[in-house]
């Protein structure tokens, strides 16, 4: 067995005072890590573990390209006042009744986000459903919970719908086909426990039927049709060539500039205005976790846990509750902190078990689930949550707003709820999972 | 004839006063933004309609959606019981501080430069440290024609 090197505890201790900066905010998430990046290729150049090609190396392209291609075709769909003509019309459908209205609202964040990230669904629904709530003479505050848990559940469903699962699907070769086929089914359960378990929790606020009316016209919510038609022509292009990019021998990432290049030609945006709407700090800071981890890999360190970790998970029983734990740890992690850094630290030790001839792919799943439904725990949990909290500070009534005591009473147990579904599911069908 | 010639004078805003006086006093000299003097008379900053009906009565999420609300309904967030409120609250809470000002012998070009800069239609006129009024982008205009027929 190879032993711990000076090297290695070198690099861990950059990793580890970059993520301590990361995490206690410190400094900005994105300055942090570039610059945590700097100084794992400066010390690694100087002590020849790693080089300057080794670190653009370890930039997962296909995370990063997708994401940025990603922003823009939203960008482009965003003004089109699409996703607002949905809100209204769900919320006409729902016919005053509160909690259909949060079943609803709910269903069609969880879809979107499937597909769009859940930082821009929960932006464009947040507002709309506060309108609407305040026109039924309804507090708003548990539809904002909801839409921000319910489109991280979403999210978990696909390749695309969180980044974690894009890193994930990258590290492991998972494709999108696959990965829905396997987290389709678990984040449904997860989904209805999570819907039951939110009306349970706000059945005070949701108990008051309205009879107000609902003043919207949505007629004027699409504000040009052949700007949202073109642009969701793009957006279908990219999700057909999400389902076909693994038969067609190409990656999730060129899939999304397909779209994005459709995009391009029809829509004709203006490329400084598209360009400024792509988020350079998200792509800089996940550019930088990659820098900085594979600044570790170099060193063996993550081989090495990976190789001690393949003499655990020997079985399949000791591989299912190496698993439970990875996600339950893995949403502990992601309710307190970013799950990002935690996702990315944790790709390298999962291929290096794989790389041990060990079947790693329960694993693979249970860390999706577990960044992904950590997120719920509390208001910090996930971007999405504090883009809600955000808005509810916005309202005049104290009753409205969501506080982080708040988030914790109602969002912990809907995340406990959550993983004990998602555990259930996974062990009783572990087999499925393998 | 120059821009001073066009200021419209009004009463400054003095501590005790409350929003509706602030209203009044802007709807009987058609400005759109009072200057706000401490007990000494120093300018302070001003009051902005557009700023106090922003802050007090609309919705950061209604104007976000401006487009879909209905001609018909009363919204529980904003609307005339929610005038009502704001009208005796005191002017404290809603002091601007960043105050485009001129002087009397400012050019047009300054003055409307100024206005565009910083996204307004007003601008005070000071003399020597004391208030003289508030140019209004009407005003300038009223100003133009004068000068060019």
Redesign the interface.
């Known amino acids: 067995m190879p032993h711990l090197t000076s090297d290695m505890v070198v690099a861990s201790l950059i990793l580890v005072g970059a993520y301590a900066v990361i995490f206690t905010e410190f400094m900005a998430r994105t300055n942090a890590a570039i610059t945590g990046a700097v100084v794992m290729i400066g010390v690694g150049m100087w002590r020849g573990f790693y080089s300057q090609e080794e670190a653009v190396a370890a930039i997962d392209g296909n995370t990063v390209f997708l994401l940025a291609a990603m922003m823009m075709i939203v960008a482009m769909l965003k003004p089109t006042g699409v996703f607002?003509l949905v809100a209204?019309k769900i919320g006409k459908m729902a016919g005053g009744n509160p909690r259909l209205l949060l079943v609803y609202l709910s269903l069609a964040v969880s879809v979107i986000s499937m597909i769009l990230d859940n930082v821009t669904t929960v932006l464009i629904f947040?507002?709309?459903t506060?309108?609407i709530t305040?026109?039924l003479?309804l507090n708003p505050m548990p539809y904002l919970i909801a839409e921000a848990m319910l489109s991280n559940i979403g999210g978990i469903a696909t390749l695309v719908g969180d980044p974690p699962n894009i890193m994930i699907g990258s590290a492991a070769g998972i494709d999108f086909t696959r990965f829905l086929v396997h987290m389709a089914p678990p984040v449904t359960a997860i989904w209805v426990a999570a819907v039951v378990t939110v009306l349970f929790m706000f059945r005070e606020e949701l108990s008051v039927s309205s009879d107000s009316?609902m003043?919207?016209?949505?007629k004027?919510?699409v504000?040009d049709w052949k700007a949202a038609t073109k642009a969701l022509t793009a957006l279908g292009v990219t999700v057909v060539g999400f389902f076909l990019h693994h038969r067609l021998h190409f990656s999730p990432a060129f899939a999304s500039f397909l779209g994005l290049a459709v995009a391009l030609v029809i829509v004709k945006p203006k490329p400084d205005k598209l360009f400024g709407e792509v988020s350079w700090s998200v792509l800089f800071f996940f550019s930088g976790l990659f820098v900085i981890v594979g600044g570790v890999e170099a060193t063996g360190l993550l081989a090495m846990v990976g190789e001690m970790l393949a003499r655990f998970a020997t079985s399949s029983q000791t591989m299912l509750l190496t698993a439970l734990l990875l996600m339950w740890v893995a949403a502990l992690m992601s309710a307190i902190v970013d799950n990002i850094p935690f996702t990315v630290a944790m790709l390298p030790i999962l291929a290096g078990l794989e790389a041990q001839g060990v079947n790693a792919t329960p694993l693979w799943w249970a860390l999706a689930l577990g960044v992904g439904l950590g997120g719920n725990g509390t208001h910090i949990g996930a971007t999405a949550n504090i883009i809600v909290v955000a808005?509810s500070e916005?309202?005049?009534d104290p009753a409205q707003r969501i506080t982080p005591g708040l988030w914790l009473r109602k969002g912990l147990p809907a995340m406990v709820v959550s993983l004990a579904v998602a555990s259930a599911i996974f062990a009783a069908g572990f087999s499925l999972f393998e | 004839m120059k821009i001073s010639d066009v200021a419209i004078q009004t009463d400054s805003v003095q501590p005790g006063w409350t929003i509706r006086d602030v209203f009044k006093e802007c709807v009987k000299r058609q400005v759109p933004v009072l200057p706000y003097c401490d007990a000494s008379g120093r300018l302070v900053g001003r009051l902005a309609l557009r700023h106090i009906l922003r802050v007090s009565s609309i919705p950061d999420y209604a104007i976000r959606n401006a487009h879909l609300l209905g001609d018909i309904g009363v919204h529980p967030d904003f609307g005339e019981d929610h005038f009502k409120k704001v009208l005796d609250q005191p002017v404290e809470d809603f002091i601007l501080k960043d105050n485009v000002v001129v002087g009397p012998h400012s050019s047009v070009q300054k003055v409307l430069t100024l206005m565009e800069k910083s996204g307004r239609n007003h601008a005070l006129l000071m003399d020597e440290g004391t208030y003289c009024g508030v140019i209004t982008r009407m005003a300038v205009v009223e100003l133009i024609l004068e000068r060019l027929g």
């Open positions: 607002q209204v947040a507002p709309i506060i309108l305040r026109m003479r009316q003043h919207i016209d949505e004027q919510a504000t808005e916005k309202l005049s």
